[in-house]
């Protein structure tokens, strides 16, 4: 495997960073995840704007333009001769000494890890997950807002656990004020009467894959609302469903043990995964051109 390190591809075993780097000491540093289908990198654009936006808000500055980003990103790929794929961009703030302030980190770290990824769930996009809402709360936006896209991961990774030891695919979180917020991973939506539902983006991530299956509802005349949603919403809803770059559209069945609609994944969730395989199989920026 090449790795993509501060300007210069690399053998996996050579892609060292010191171990006074911030983004290791502290989760101080943003990423992305990006796929690439069929030769071409789905939204790339809107995946690098998020990451430059995620800089941003915690003051960290890419020392390269967003085009070189893009070509370093295609790069990694051709290096590695892949064409279907799951992107990993990351900027640390790089190395500093033992204490917090970023000030003591001249040069932030830049890395592009491409690997082969196939479907995340296997054949659970015709079964459908198993979901939990877990005791652990989101972030809230007050404290670190959940649109940057940190390398401090924890919050979500506590989630994941409880979803484990409860033996089920994916955690769904609320946030401290009781709404939902998101899954470990991915958005949320559901569907009640022909109607899907999420919730607005301020207590989770503003996911790209959210916004492409917003984009496509529209085209197919599905009423979308953005609202905040609780436990009645989830337990009566007719289907739910997750979208993520690393899930795609992926159907939940079940949630805290309540069988959701006929416990299939539901017509408008089948329509959605169909049409986004549709988008992922004809958009995209060329990797090899």
């Known amino acids: 495997m090449i790795i993509y390190l501060d300007g210069r591809y690399v053998p996996e075993e050579e892609a060292k960073v010191s171990v006074f780097d911030h ?4 989760g101080d540093g943003v990423f992305e995840g990006i796929r690439a289908y069929n030769g071409k990198v789905f939204r790339l654009d809107e995946h690098i704007a998020r990451l430059y936006d995620s800089a941003k808000t915690i003051d960290l500055v890419i020392p390269i333009t967003k085009e070189e980003m893009a070509e370093a990103i295609k790069e990694t790929l051709r290096q590695n001769n892949l064409r279907d794929a799951y992107i990993r961009p990351i900027v640390t703030r790089g190395k500093g000494d033992l204490g917090l302030d970023p000030r003591k980190c001249k040069t932030p770290t830049v890395i592009v890890i491409a690997v082969t990824w196939g479907a995340m769930y296997g054949d659970l996009y015709e079964k459908g997950l198993r979901a939990v809402c877990v005791s652990v709360r989101r972030t809230p936006p007050e404290a670190m807002p959940p649109n940057v896209k940190s390398l401090n991961y924890l919050n979500n990774i506590l989630a994941k656990i409880e979803a484990n030891y409860r033996g089920v695919d994916e955690a769904i979180f609320f946030d401290v004020n009781g709404n939902i917020s998101e899954g470990s991973g991915d958005n949320i939506f559901v569907v009640k009467n022909g109607v899907m539902v999420t919730p607005p983006t301020l207590n989770n991530l503003r996911g790209i894959t959210r916004q492409v299956v917003l984009e496509i509802a529209e085209s197919m005349g599905i009423t979308v609302l953005e609202r905040n949603l609780g436990y009645f919403d989830l337990y009566t809803a007719d289907e739910v469903f997750v979208t993520g770059t690393a899930a795609e559209v992926a159907p939940i ?26 988008a992922t199989a004809s958009e995209g920026s060329p990797i090899y051109e």
């Open 23 to 26: 983004g290791l000491l502290y």
């Open 253 to 278: 069945r079940e949630i805290d043990g309540r069988v959701i609609g006929n416990g299939r994944p539901g017509p408008i969730t089948r329509q959605l995964m169909a049409a986004f395989r549709s």
